[in-house]
């Protein structure tokens, strides 16, 4: 465990004199010791991409030190357990061996998959995405939303009178767009519930429901104020929603490869069944747990 807070804030003082400059040190700097164990600024670094998640609410300062003593418990106790020979237990090897060999795969990964993903294959990514989308429209409309279907007829028969939309809203809207004349901004298919869609997207800007629509909500009365094609979101929107994708893929094609250069033998019987049965699912083509896929070029919210 790490010391407490209430400690670290009291040593405040000490980690804008004994710290401030830190940033610039080299990675073999000794920043302290525990026994015979040095700790390195690469070290801490790399406690700090382990561990800094736990503390990521603290300011930098605090954060650093707070890695640091967790860092310096973990070599504390590490030392401890070396004297008492855990380092010969054979669970305690099982985990070592285990932490190396996720390490080795991590590290890998990086090197291999992660490290070679540049801007240009992220953004011919994106274009291609891009081109797969089909175009579709989006409307900006506005409502009046009331409890009755009598309300509604009466909504639109002050409407053919020549009243205005905003008017009517402000006075009649149940809803909380009323007070806004009943506006809905700008909305894609698949925004509102399907009743409410489709009469919307039957309109041409200017026009509204000549006969009341039914939702769950209550009654509506729909004017379609503009429709435009939906807008994509840039390139650096999703840049790093691309990222991960590209990362996925990457390691699922290190993966595959590992895998073919090497015989894997399912040894129990009860397991290879398992494996086998959910190897012929994803040869059928039968749909991964979950659904599809989201897009990797997502529509924008509005």
């Known amino acids: 465990m790490t010391r407490s807070l209430a400690h670290l804030l009291a040593a405040s003082a000490l980690a804008l004199v004994g710290f401030g400059g830190t940033a610039f040190a080299a990675d073999g700097d000794v920043v302290a010791k525990v026994g015979p164990s040095a700790i390195t600024e690469k070290d801490l670094s ?45 669970e305690v090897k099982e985990r070592i061996a285990f932490l190396r060999e996720r390490a080795l795969h991590n590290a890998y ?13 992220l ?22 939303l009331v409890k009755t279907k009598e309300e509604a007829d009466a ?36 925004q509102m519930v399907p009743p409410f869609e489709k009469a919307a997207f039957a309109l041409q800007p200017g026009q509204y429901t000549k006969e009341p629509v039914q939702t769950q909500f209550g009654w509506h009365v729909i004017q379609v104020v503009e429709k435009r094609p939906q807008e ?5 929107d999703v840049k790093d929603q691309l990222r991960q994708l590209v990362m996925r893929e990457k390691y699922v094609e290190l993966v595959k490869k590992a895998r073919d250069d090497v015989k894997v033998d399912y040894v129990d019987p ?14 059928d083509g039968a749909p991964a747990p979950g659904g599809e896929a989201p897009s990797a070029v997502p529509t924008p919210a509005q």
């Open 46 to 90: 790399l406690a700090e991409s382990d561990l800094g998640e736990q503390f990521a609410q603290m300011p930098p300062e605090q954060k650093r030190l707070a890695v640091l003593s967790a860092l310096i418990d973990i070599k504390a106790l590490a030392q401890e357990a070396e004297k008492a020979k855990l380092q010969d237990d054979a």
């Open 232 to 236: 994509l979101p840039k390139f650096d």
């Open 109 to 121: 990964f990086q090197k291999q998959g992660v490290d070679g993903i540049t801007d240009n294959e």
């Open 155 to 190: 909504a639109i028969k002050e409407l053919d009178a020549g009243k205005s939309f905003d008017e009517v809203a402000k006075e009649k809207s149940s809803g909380p767009s009323g007070p806004e004349g009943g506006d809905l901004g700008f909305f894609g298919p698949g």
């Open 123 to 144: 953004k011919a990514r994106y274009d291609a995405e891009v081109a797969k989308v089909k175009p579709v429209d989006e409307i900006h409309a506005k409502h009046i």
């Open 270 to 283: 009860k397991l290879k069944a398992q494996v086998e049965a959910m190897e012929k699912a994803a040869k």
